[in-house]
């Protein structure tokens, strides 16, 4: 199962899509204390650790590019995974995609930026 998440720069307003359907509850089990984040140029990517997977999120400043991204997960000993296609992420914003594929040994988060056609992998979370 799959959920995309945008937030509004205020934090008060919340879209959350599951499965093709609008809801306002999450998917996700019990979850670890904290995310764990990467400073990127222009953004801050983040991986949360629940109980049936992994959500990575991407928070863009208000000073931001507008930037067309995809999120991908690492794990050891398997093919990275990528989110369902591509999105445009604005200034303010923050969007989020969790890979619901249980607990691994780690898992790092993934970032592809279409614009530079290039990759950013976030730290590792156990």
Known sequence: MVRIKALAASGLAALTIVAGSVSGASTAAADTPSDICTSLDGGSLCIHEYANGYDVRFANPVWGAKKTLRFGLRCPNEA?????????DMPGTTRSYFFGIGLKD???PLLYDAAVGGYYEGHYVT
């Open 80 to 88: 990275n995974r990528w989110d369902q296609g591509a999105f445009t």
């Open 106 to 108: 780690w898992c790092a």
